[in-house]
């Protein structure tokens, strides 16, 4: 028995080398992008069109549209469109009395973000053929900083095809506990670790960037080559777009100085659902996109983009290694334990080794995520530190969620988020635009 255990922990350790060989490079990504992005210069105003799916979004997507209004960028190079399911969305009353200017499409057939951004493309394509540079989709429960479309149209000047902006979560902005509960400050911190954590150093190294599916910019010509929006086989239509970047060759870029606010979910289940949806998006475009990748594997650009996409990978065995490892160590400690051997106690602390691993890497992660964007997280220290410390144990959540989509191969179907309800929620003084 004692030859199994120490077995066990050399096992533990073997696994844990091999790991941070595989997943160093992501690791690295974390601290290699400190200094400021280069911040590039444009003597041209192009024309936008902003897109914003608004289905039964009601009185959440006002304050995007205030946030537009309060735009730095000349209010006559952009133009807004949304895409809504029912001809009597009383979103549409709600945003021509704030600003009449606004478009809309009313797309009766859409079940999805995706086949609304299809109908909402294919019908400006086809009205404003030509007029638009680049196109820049955005969530309606979004605010956008004074100066994103400044930003955004400086960032043109790279030539690149898809462009993400900064993602931020929103929620810090209110005035209102319950807006920044302790579900919604764990799951904020996923847009960091996307953003500047991730999208930041592959950006820097001509990696194709997760296209996260706001605040996104598309140049025109993209648009029009696809004639529309033709992801819409997933959940997760802005990962189906990240896998056709990196199979097409698609240039993308990250732009730190354009900042999105993004509103995240206050209860643990909303968090949850979300999570879960947007993990089963992305496992079912691997099993789409996956095989495409795999035989295009001629160059080191190619290799390094495959790695990028599917470095989470490394981390998914290894803590389901850990996981069957503290599994295995508290049911041989138990058995042990009941026939009183003293060796129980190195079986109970291979469980507690296990455990540890995981926890220790998360907090890591935690801590480098709270440092990067200290600016933006808005909390006192006292509640940092205690997302810093609980953190990992919420992000272990991903355990049953990755679960089901791996073992289980548990589908997701699209559910409606709620949203949260603020009184004067306009957080801008709008402008007339």
Known sequence: MMILLILSYCIVLVATIIFLFYYWKRICWWFGSNK??????????????????????????????ASLMNQTYASNNFDIYMVVKEAEDPTIGMVKEVLPTVKFFVDTEQKTKGHALDYGLKQISASMKGKYEAYIIIDADCLLDENFLFEMNRALVSGKDVYNSKLVVKNYLYKVKKSQSWAACCNGLIWTLMSELGNRAKSDHGITTMTLGTGLMIRAKLIEEWNGWPFQETLTEDIELQRTCALHHYTTEYVSYAV????EATSLRMSNIRRQRWMSGVVHCDRLYDEKLKQQLHTSSDKLNFYAIHSLYYLYRYVGFLCVIFLFGLCGG??????????????????????????LGMLSMTIRCLVVDAA??????????????????????????????FILKQKTSWKTIQRIEIDKANLFEAKEI
């Not at 280069?38 to 006002?62: K, M, Q």
């Not at 003293?342 to 540890?356: K, R």
């Not at 909390?379 to 989509?405: D, E, N, Q, R, V």
């Open 36 to 65: 400021p992005q280069v911040r590039l210069e444009s003597s041209v105003n192009h024309s936008l069109a902003i897109l914003i799916p608004a289905r039964n979004e009601g009185r959440t997507v006002l304050p995007l549209i």
């Open 260 to 263: 999105c606010y993004v509103e």
């Open 334 to 359: 138990s058995i042990l334990h009941f026939y009183n051997l003293m060796i129980s106690l190195g079986f109970f602390l291979l469980s507690v080794l296990a455990f540890v691993l995981v926890y």
């Open 376 to 405: 933006y997280i808005k909390i006192s220290f006292l509640k940092k530190l205690w997302i810093a410390i609980t953190h990992p144990i919420y992000y272990m959540g991903y355990i049953g969620i990755m679960t089901k989509c």
